[in-house]
């Protein structure tokens, strides 16, 4: 029990390290009195950033390291520790990103309601600063933020391609917010161009759950094709190599 107590403080310690805390400051954000003051100490005691993918990758892969040094000990469990250290930072890194998962599928159920919003609320007469403006107060998260910005770059100005570029960095959207600019340069009516961004996001969005659906298929009869295998070898392919080997043989 003791021997084992250096590595588990190790591991709950990259534990610690790797559990995000982003949702603290969620939470105090959602209890703070608007105009108030009093909380933004503990605030910033309790919402701290978390860490970045990188750092916490590292950290995970540093502390497991330091698990097979503990275990093993001496130069062969340094060797170890540096071997552990190298696979789990590496096995680690090709994880996909949670969050950035989380945002593209935010953007691809938001984006093509919020581009049909646009198009009811030019077609009532608004301008697209106004509609930007009421639309990303409407939907929010990351497509309603970068309506924000586009509603304030048209107030302040700006040309249509810059105005729409937050759309464009958003996850599968730089061809939306290219017809968007192109529209309003050329003058072709933005609400109808906005109608057909929307189809094509939908579209592309069935295409990409239809062939999700089709890769899980595939997965799903592989391990049943893998046990069939050895059956197969057994009955059609080990008795015909005995019978031409026998007949050479003879």
């Known amino acids: 029990m003791t ?3 250096p ?14 805390t ?34 916490a990758r590292r950290a995970a892969a540093a ?9 093993v000990g001496g130069f062969t469990g340094l060797v170890a520790g540096v071997l552990v250290f190298g696979a789990v930072e590496r096995v680690l890194a090709r994880l996909p990103d949670a969050s950035a998962a989380r945002e593209r599928a935010e953007v691809g159920r938001d984006l093509p309601i919020a581009l049909d919003l646009l198009a009811c609320v030019l077609h009532a007469g608004q301008p697209p600063s106004s509609a930007s403006a009421v639309v990303g107060a409407a939907i929010g998260g990351p497509v309603g933020a970068a309506l924000n910005s586009v509603a304030r ?14 759309i464009g960095r958003l996850a599968g959207a730089s061809a939306t917010a290219h017809s ?4 309003a340069h050329s003058g072709t009516a933005l609400a109808e161009e906005l109608g057909r961004g929307a189809d094509h996001l939908r579209a ?16 799903v009869v592989l391990p049943l094709g893998l046990c069939f295998l050895p059956a197969f070898i057994c009955v059609g392919v080990l008795p015909l190599v005995a019978g031409v080997a026998g007949t050479v043989l003879h």
């Open 63 to 71: 502390a497991a390291g330091l698990c097979g040094f503990v275990v």
């Open 153 to 166: 770059a048209c107030v302040l100005g700006a040309s249509a391609q810059i105005a729409w570029e937050p």
């Open 22 to 55: 982003a949702r603290s400051g969620e939470l105090w954000k959602q209890f703070r009195p608007m105009g108030s003051t009093s909380f933004h100490a503990a605030e910033t005691r309790v919402a701290t950033p978390p860490l970045s993918g990188a750092t």
């Open 204 to 219: 592309a969005r069935e295409a990409a759950a239809e062939a999700k659906v089709r890769r899980v298929g595939v997965l």
């Open 7 to 20: 590595p588990a403080v190790l591991v709950l310690a990259a534990l610690a390290l790797v559990v995000p």
């Open 3 to 5: 021997a084992l107590a």
């Open 180 to 183: 968007m600019a192109r529209a």
